[in-house]
């Protein structure tokens, strides 16, 4: 089982759509959460963090489930620039398990 | 700020050659992260350091060595480079906030 599991997709979703990604983690010592964007050919670059308390930036909201291991990204009122691939990240000590990702295409 | 930077940016090397990755940041960070990215395989951690003249193994280490005799700087080395070799390395830093930042990428391929 890997250690961070993600729906590869791809989603294909129409502008203004609403969209859920989902992740599980097998570590339950896991210390920190994070969703990631990478678009293509290019580095991967902090989205935002998650906690448990859920977070919101703008169209973004993060929710994580200790209990169930679970995080989430949900991304509201889609836009073309949304197009990517979206990492699920669980921190440990020092190390950085990341996803295989989730991608997005937002169509016109 | 040039953040971090990663050289090369392309490289194509025989089988059994060897090359040196250069990572370099300016950002004053502490730890730093070598990863590489396969199709369908996610990032996945060869080294790490928590700071200079320190190094740790990560998920992949085989077949890589590393070394951070400055702060500033993560060197990645493939002593025989083997065509399972062919991907994109990324490196990363970071200071004692938790957000990775990430260099642009090493294409490399081993023919």
């Known amino acids: 089982r890997k250690e961070v599991e993600q729906d590869p997709g791809p989603f294909n979703v129409p502008e203004g759509a609403t969209v859920a990604f989902n992740c599980t983690y097998s570590n339950s010592a896991s210390q920190s959460f994070f969703w990631y964007r990478q678009d293509c050919r290019k580095e991967p670059k902090l989205l935002m963090s998650v906690y448990s308390s859920g977070n919101e930036d703008g169209r973004f909201t993060a929710q994580l489930n200790r209990a169930s291991q679970y995080i989430s990204l949900l991304i509201r009122d889609s836009k073309l620039s949304d197009s990517a691939t979206y990492l699920c990240v669980v921190r440990g000590t020092y190390k950085y398990i990341f996803g295989t990702g989730t991608r997005l295409k937002v169509l016109a | 700020n040039a953040g971090v930077t990663q050289t090369p940016k392309f490289r194509v090397l025989k089988t059994g050659q060897s090359m040196t990755l250069l990572c370099a940041q300016d950002m004053n960070h502490e730890y730093m992260y070598w990863y590489r990215q396969d199709p369908g395989m996610g990032l996945r951690l060869i080294h790490y350091s928590v700071g200079e003249g320190t190094t740790a193994k990560g998920e992949v280490p085989d077949g890589y060595n590393v070394s951070r005799l400055k702060k500033q700087n993560f060197l990645l080395g493939l002593e025989s480079a083997a065509p399972s070799q062919t991907s994109v390395y990324f490196c990363?830093?970071?200071?004692?906030?938790?957000?990775?930042?990430f260099g642009p990428g090493t294409r490399l391929t081993v023919l």
């Open positions: 990363a830093s970071r200071d004692t906030e938790f957000e990775q930042f």
